[in-house]
Structures are given as C-alpha cells and as structure tokens.
C-alpha cells in the first residue's frame, strides 16, 4: 500500500526557508518519479516541482532558483528546500506520485507572512 506523509510545513516571514519532507512507505520508492505539488486558498492545484528516478529535477517558473527538490531513497523520502520565500507561496503543499497509481499525502500547509 502506497502511504505518503508530508512534514515541515509552518508559519515563516518573507525571505525566509523551509525544508518540506514527504515520507513514502513500500519498496516502490526507488523506481517512482516524485512530485510537490501546491494549492493556494481560492485557487487549483499546481505542479511546483518533480524529480524523477535518476535525479532530473524541473521547476514551476515562479519556484526556479528559490526552491530545491531532492530525494533519499535510503529513506524513501522526498524533500523540497523552500529559500527565499514570498507571501505568494503561501498553499497547501501535496506530495505525489503516480508511477504505480494515483496517490497524494494530506498535505502540509505553509504560510508566508510577516
């Protein structure tokens, strides 16, 4: 059963970071694309950043030089570093995949502002 459980989210200023985890269960891990995915109040959810199985990273233009993604196989876990941080971050934060099916974590919700 795939589980995926997402940490790290949290109230922070403008210019401030975050670290974002996302916790998968099952051997699967290792042979899955990874995805943060985000959902600002009143708006739809967007794909922020993915990272497949052999390291390729991509960005949501507004995240590029600012947030990282990165992943642990040893630890079947994902993370997103989040610098400079701006009110416009604000959302709730999803991880994702969808190698072996459709499944989300509940989410982590981040807050910018000072």
């Known amino acids: 059963q795939v589980q995926l459980v997402e940490s790290g989210g949290g109230l922070v200023q403008p210019g401030g970071s975050l670290r974002l985890s996302c916790a998968a269960s099952g051997s699967w891990f290792s042979r899955s694309a990874m995805h943060w995915y985000r959902q600002a109040p009143g708006k739809g959810r967007e794909l922020v950043a993915v990272?497949?199985?052999?390291?390729?990273?991509n960005y949501l233009d507004s995240v590029k030089g600012r947030f990282t993604i990165s992943r642990d196989n040893g630890k079947n876990t994902v993370y997103l570093q989040m610098n400079s941080l701006k009110p416009d971050d604000t959302a709730v934060y999803y991880c994702?995949?969808?190698?072996?099916?459709?499944?989300w974590g509940k989410g982590t919700l981040v807050t910018v502002s000072s």
């Open positions: 994702h995949t969808g190698q072996y099916g459709d499944y």
């Open positions: 990272i497949t199985t052999d390291g390729y990273t």
